[in-house]
């Protein structure tokens, strides 16, 4: 119009990447360096376990020189490596556990404060005198827990398995083991690693109801959020196992806690949806019904994370109704963020 | 309507703008007109309805009424109209955690009226460093910072509501002296609140003061020259100036001073002295039992 030396219009795809780069600044902490502290400090306790053994093995004039590992090594059948790798890779996953767990409580608080602490600190103003639009802010929260973290988090967690394989490397040599043929057979190394790269879209809609609920506690709590968010689903549970409402609509109380409960809560969980569709990985494991699921075991990891599990969970009515509530609470979060500009107003 | 924004120079329009919370009455059908290329303040008491006025402009509040902004409806068109219009809510609403860097790179990012030469240049006269953090900064260098963004954004309409608070005096005539001399020209139009009102007398061109959410002035600094004056009254005439039904009494000096509204001037030139009342003494004038 009256200045058309100047674009009078902001890109709102480039405005929507300056927002996903906001979110990194301030979480920093939490969605880079928190998992890879919880892997180091993974590395840090094998590589402690590997000197105790070793100086044991000294004190105790336990000497394995003069047998040479090698030969056991190179004369181990493929069947045997195989089965061997297998082990590797779940042991590497039951390793990559304290990073998970360490994921889920970044974006579990993560969730809580985003739409909250800079209301409380005021500095929410300054965000709302800067043309973007509340659906955008809310979109970038969203795809930051849903996108940004998992993908740090996943980066950090193959990061750990390659140090832990170098140590591994490094102890078998010292004893003398060729640990190439072993150690870095790559296909199921790599295998494994493109399965979590590939689970970080279905963990993202499985967690959709947990993301959405706790954007919406941030957003509507005047204050503490987390007692919104953790008090409603637990005081609902309390109040119909005392009326016995859910009873006589002859739902288990149960079905609440791990449909509603476990879904607004815990859905950021990585791989929460394992238990869903078909034979229920989780479910045949943990009831200990081996007959539902067969543990390939020159393939333990890929044989839990099979693409018959996720395509059974992907169909399966529980991921999308789910997900139609998360995206429903998003909406909801949008409508408050909009409405309220301070904390305590 | 980019049109009709453009050939009339109209930046806000009110009209009957109110606003209750519960029963209390904010704002109560406020009439309001601000022009391009003037410098308004917003002067009232606490609790008169300032900032939820100025709330409302911004689109961050709920009310009841007509208002356009820019020629744009504050609340569904929020992010059209803060292409245009800056604000400063508050002093330290920055977020601590932001470096100062990151701040200039972001607004850069999403504002597409942001200068970063502007801001640059305006940053290397202050202490400032990009990698420092909001949190390790004083408030009057957050201030600097908050106003180094908002002045390499051409806004056609800046918002500041009580920009100096807490501020030791250095910062605050710093803030207003950069504010008249390398953003302010006749394209911005500057609102501005505050309960510093000598400080910022001499760069307004209107003056509105708000009680109890009602306006009760509303004029251009011209008219409130012409409309209003101050006597310096010897002994001797104290009665005839009463007679004139005074604003306001005072004594200074053994002698009294009386203010005036709508007395022709020649008329009060006979009773003494004429000064033109500064704005604190025309608000202590006009807001006399507020608080009662």
């Keep these: 119009m009256n200045a058309p030396t100047l674009p009078t219009r902001s890109n709102p795809m480039q405005t929507f990447l300056w927002l996903l780069k906001r979110e990194y600044w301030e979480q920093r902490g939490g969605f880079f360096r928190a998992p890879l502290i919880a892997g180091g400090v993974m590395v840090a306790i094998l590589l402690l376990s590997m000197i105790v053994a070793e100086t044991t093995a000294v004190r105790h004039g336990i000497n394995i020189g003069n047998l040479n590992l090698d030969r056991i090594s190179t004369s181990m059948t493929h069947e045997q490596i195989a089965t061997f790798n297998s082990g590797l890779n779940a042991g590497l996953m039951g390793m990559s556990i304290p990073i998970m767990a360490t994921q889920f409580f970044v974006v579990f608080f993560y969730l809580l404060g985003a739409l909250y602490d800079d209301r409380r600190d005021r500095s929410v103003l300054f965000w709302k005198s800067l043309p973007i639009s509340d659906l955008d802010t809310v979109l970038s929260k969203a795809v930051s827990a849903t996108l940004m973290a998992p993908t740090l988090a996943i980066a950090a967690l193959i990061a750990m398995h390659i140090a832990v394989l170098i140590l591994l490397s490094v102890y078998a040599g010292i004893h003398g083991v060729n640990p190439l043929p072993l150690l870095w057979n790559p296909a199921p190394l790599l295998s494994m690693w493109i399965k979590l790269v590939c689970l970080i879209p279905v963990n993202a809609l499985w967690a959709l109801p947990t993301i959405g609920w706790l954007l919406l506690c941030s957003a509507f709590a005047r204050s503490k959020p987390f007692l919104w968010a953790v008090a409603v689903p637990l005081g609902l549970g309390t109040i119909f196992a005392f009326t016995d409402l859910l009873r006589q609509l002859s739902i288990p109380s149960s079905w609440y806690w791990k449909n509603i409960v476990g879904r607004i809560l815990f859905g950021i969980v990585p791989g929460g949806w394992l238990g869903v569709g078909g034979n229920g990985t989780l479910r045949a494991i943990t009831g200990g019904n081996g007959n539902d699921i067969e543990l390939d075991k020159f393939d333990i990891v890929n044989s839990v994370l099979s693409w018959g599990h996720i395509f059974d969970a992907l169909g399966s009515p529980e991921l999308w109704l789910g997900a139609a509530a998360g995206i429903g609470f998003i909406a909801a979060a949008v409508y408050f963020r909009r409405k309220r500009t301070e904390a305590y107003s | ?292």
Excluded at chain 2, 69 to 91: H, K, N, W, Y
Excluded at chain 2, 121 to 145: D, N, Y
Excluded at chain 2, 169 to 194: A, G, H, P, S, W
Aim: proline share 4%; net charge negative; aromatic share 6%.
């Design chain 2, 1 to 292: 309507m980019n049109e009709a924004s453009a050939s009339s120079p109209q930046i806000v329009r009110a009209r009957g703008l109110t606003r209750r919370y519960g029963t209390t009455v904010a704002l109560d059908h406020v009439d309001l007109d601000i022009a391009a290329g003037r410098i308004v303040g917003l002067i009232g008491p606490n609790g008169a309805g300032k900032t939820t006025a100025l709330k409302a402009i911004l689109g961050l509040s709920e009310y009841d009424g007509e208002l356009s902004v820019l020629g744009l409806d504050p609340r569904t068109q929020r992010s059209e109209l803060m292409q245009q219009v800056c604000f400063i809510a508050d002093v330290a609403v920055l977020p601590r955690w932001l470096r100062v860097g990151e701040a200039i790179d972001f607004v850069a990012g999403v504002h597409p009226r942001f200068s970063r030469e502007r801001c640059l240049a305006f940053l290397a006269r202050t202490k400032l460093q990009p990698k420092q953090r909001v949190r390790e900064l004083s408030k009057g260098m957050i201030v600097q910072l908050h106003l180094a963004l908002v002045m390499a954004i051409d806004a056609k309409l800046l918002v500041l509501d009580e920009p100096t608070l807490g501020l030791d005096i250095l910062y605050r005539k710093e803030f207003y002296q950069n504010l008249l001399n390398d953003y302010f020209d006749e394209q911005k139009t500057i609102l501005v609140t505050t309960h510093q009102v000598e400080e910022i007398e001499h760069i307004l061109t209107d003056l509105i003061f708000i009680r109890n959410g009602k306006l009760i002035v509303n004029a251009s600094m011209d008219e409130i020259g012409e409309r209003y004056t101050e006597v310096m009254v010897g002994p001797d005439k104290i009665e005839a100036a009463r007679a004139l039904a005074p604003l306001n009494e005072r004594q200074i000096f053994g002698k009294s001073i009386f203010l005036f509204d709508g007395v022709p001037q020649a008329r009060l030139a006979e009773l003494g002295e004429l000064h033109k009342p500064s704005i604190a003494d025309l608000f202590v004038a006009t807001m006399k039992g507020t608080y009662a």
